[in-house]
């Protein structure tokens, strides 16, 4: 063989024999990035390696970057696993199909995070998956919509839009009883406001959900530039039988990005509460004026769901509000009342330091009912930003629209 110096430049680059040594520590974790993971010879390359978040065979699977992101996320949830996907649909997407076969029944509150709707159906039925929509705040017709059918039960805690609050306990309660899988989209909550695994940890310790789920790309990363979402179990068989969905859909992640919800963490609980208190002040202060019919919040008085988000999630309400307006205003003056916003971005997502505010179609996001159908809704997503000088750009567009 050539001596090694005798080597092309790109062969040397390529099998350069330096190592950094070892002793490096810092806070930060280190970022792996590869596609590629190097067995020590043939006997190594044929060893059993199982999806258990401490082996590695090939980078999708998981790095070190990946591994550390999905444990502090479980810490964070109240679960024993977690598994990373490239963003909250996706998530969603790997409940419903891992879970359900044809012939199978998945019910979806009527309040659901539109693309689920759209996921239940438009793309279910196509592999003989049917779906049917519940009131979360009507225990009793659920319940009569159990059967046997029935093998999975999405929760939305809040409401996507109106913000609603269901009767979680309620519900599981029902699901528990028939032994159907309950999954809940817990983006809003962010494992902040409760535990979904323990709802009751003062009188039934370990009652809660079956899978959580979160869009990572809300508070985890708090950046507004991430795209990534997570599922989060107890059960040992249901997260298998999630991680073998999983790595036949082809879920990968750039370390990156990783990397970038991993800095988030540690501030994660100070956004959501700094989020939390100004949300609350202004959707306090926007009930009290005489353009707004209604203000939903779940921590408001009067807002559908109130006492059942006070009996497991008094301690945080995230992020969002939505205001009704009163009917006599039509859909080009609210437009116009949005559009004179200075701080307020117009675009979807939330949990990110700008704040966001977006008129919403009622007509294409509910089945059950149309709510608020005699007023124009706007949902507010509170940033970062400081609350006088959003009440004073509140106040900016609520003159437009007088005007």
């Known amino acids: 063989m050539n001596d090694k110096k005798q080597r092309a430049i790109s062969t040397q680059q390529i099998h350069h024999p330096y190592q950094a040594p070892e002793g490096w520590a810092a806070h930060p974790v280190g970022v792996f990035k590869a596609s590629t993971v190097l067995f020590k010879n043939t006997a190594d390359l044929r060893q059993p390696r199982p999806r258990d978040g401490q082996s590695y065979r090939y980078g999708l699977h998981g790095t070190p970057t990946s591994y550390t992101l999905a444990a502090r996320l479980a810490t964070l949830e109240g679960a024993e696993h977690c598994l990373l996907t490239p963003s909250g649909l996706s998530a969603v997407t790997l409940v419903s199909l891992g879970l359900l076969r044809p012939g199978d029944e998945v019910l979806v509150p009527d309040n659901v995070y539109g693309q689920n709707r759209y996921l239940s159906e438009d793309w ?69 406001a409760f535990n979904p695994f323990d709802l009751l940890p003062d009188s039934e310790p370990g009652f809660g959900v079956d899978i959580s789920m979160q869009a990572l790309t809300k508070y985890p990363s708090g950046g507004a530039d991430v795209l990534m979402g997570a599922v989060y179990t107890r059960d ?77 999630s008094s301690a945080g309400a995230a992020c969002l509000f939505s205001a009704v307006f009163k009917a006599e205003y039509s859909q080009q003056q609210v437009d116009a009342f949005v559009d004179a916003l200075d701080l307020f971005g117009i675009g979807y997502s939330w949990a990110g330091p700008m ?26 997503a509170i940033g970062l930003e400081a609350e006088a000088d959003l009440r004073a750009d509140l106040l900016q567009g609520l003159s437009r629209l007088r005007g």
């Open 236 to 312: 040992q068989a249901l997260h298998d039988k999630l991680n073998h969905a999983h790595e036949h859909l082809g879920y990968g992640l750039g370390q990156n990005d990783v990397e970038l919800v991993l800095r988030g963490l540690p501030t994660l609980e100070l956004r959501y509460r700094a989020q939390d208190t100004t949300t609350r002040a202004l959707a306090a202060w926007m009930a009290q004026q005489p353009e707004v019919a209604q203000v939903l919040h779940p921590a408001l008085p009067g807002s559908p769901g109130h006492e059942h988000w006070k009996s497991i």
């Open 355 to 380: 704040s966001l505010a977006v008129p919403y179609d009622m007509s294409r996001s509910r089945s059950l009912s149309l709510p608020y159908a005699e007023g124009q809704i706007v949902r507010f």
């Open 124 to 192: 279910l039925p196509r592999f003989g998956i049917t779906h049917r929509f519940y009131d979360g705040q009507d225990v009793e017709g659920f319940k009569r919509m159990l059967s046997a059918k029935t093998k999975l039960v999405w929760l939305e805690a809040a409401g996507s839009i109106t913000l609603e609050f269901p009767d979680l306990i309620g519900l599981v309660k029902a699901c528990k009883a028939h032994g159907v899988t309950t999954a809940l989209d817990n983006t809003w909550g962010a494992g902040i």
